[in-house]
């Protein structure tokens, strides 16, 4: 078995893969390496925010290669989780086939934050950290939670 094969697939999915779902992909590949193969996309990509390259690279987390991808572009791999980071994607998931398990942890959406700029950067920030604890608890609160398994074609 090779080593990928040993890691769970985990895709974490929001509806622009701009932020959210950038910042988890990111915590995921920092922190997670070694268990989780991680994976991010949307429902509608906008493109990465410069703010979420921003503020990642504070905390030493480099993501400037990452790029917005649709949920269409991951076809064909077999996920073992999906993860819904805000409720649009959990209301709007297409389908998964196999053995994917859904899991859903809603995060405020930087993207919109209002104000200056420093009280956007701190919406970020504060969204970033809050997605950094949920991706420490990983894999273990995945699998926590009773999750429907899917064993044949469903919607989130």
């Known amino acids: 078995m090779s080593e990928s094969e040993d890691k769970i697939k985990v895709l974490f999915l929001c509806t622009g893969n701009s932020c959210r779902s950038q910042m988890a992909e990111g915590w995921a590949r920092h922190l997670k390496s070694d268990v989780i193969e991680a994976y991010s996309a949307g429902i509608r990509p906008i493109g990465v925010s410069s703010r979420t390259i921003k503020v990642m690279a504070e905390a030493g987390v480099d993501i400037s290669g990452h790029t917005s991808k649709g949920v269409d572009e991951l076809v064909g791999i077999n996920f073992d989780y999906v ?21 859903h942890k809603a995060f405020d959406d930087p993207y919109f934050a ?32 009773k999750n429907e398994t899917k064993t044949e074609e469903k919607r989130c």
Request: with cysteine; glycine share 6%; charged share 30%.
């Open 83 to 103: 993860v819904t980071v805000c409720d649009n994607a959990r209301q709007q998931c297409p389908i998964f086939p196999g053995r994917a398990k859904l899991f």
């Open 114 to 145: 209002t104000g200056s700029e420093e009280e956007v950067m701190a919406v970020f920030r504060r969204v970033r950290d809050q997605i950094k604890a949920f991706v420490e608890k990983l894999p273990g609160v995945l699998n926590e939670q």
